[in-house]
């Protein structure tokens, strides 16, 4: 697996609630919800490659 860092994120509460919601509706974790967010506004504003993902790193979609 890919290694992962770490780092402080500072968000509003009522977003940290809402992102919290939907990660719950998705059947992910919070820390997974944000990471697959941050990865498909990547690849749709085509800032990344297809799949934002390092070599190896399964998918979550």
């Known amino acids: ?3 992962r860092k ?3 994120l500072r968000v509003d ?3 940290l609630l809402h ?6 509706d998705d059947l992910r ?5 944000i990471e697959f967010l941050l ?5 749709d504003s085509g800032r ?9 790193e399964k998918s979550e979609e």
Do not use: C, V
């Open 48 to 56: 990344a490659k297809t799949d934002a993902r390092p070599e190896g």
């Open 29 to 33: 974790s919070l820390n997974g919800q």
């Open 39 to 43: 990865r498909k506004t990547l690849r």
């Open 1 to 3: 697996m890919a290694e």
């Open 19 to 24: 992102l919290q919601r939907w990660a719950d």
């Open 6 to 8: 770490s780092f402080l």
């Open 13 to 15: 509460q009522d977003l």
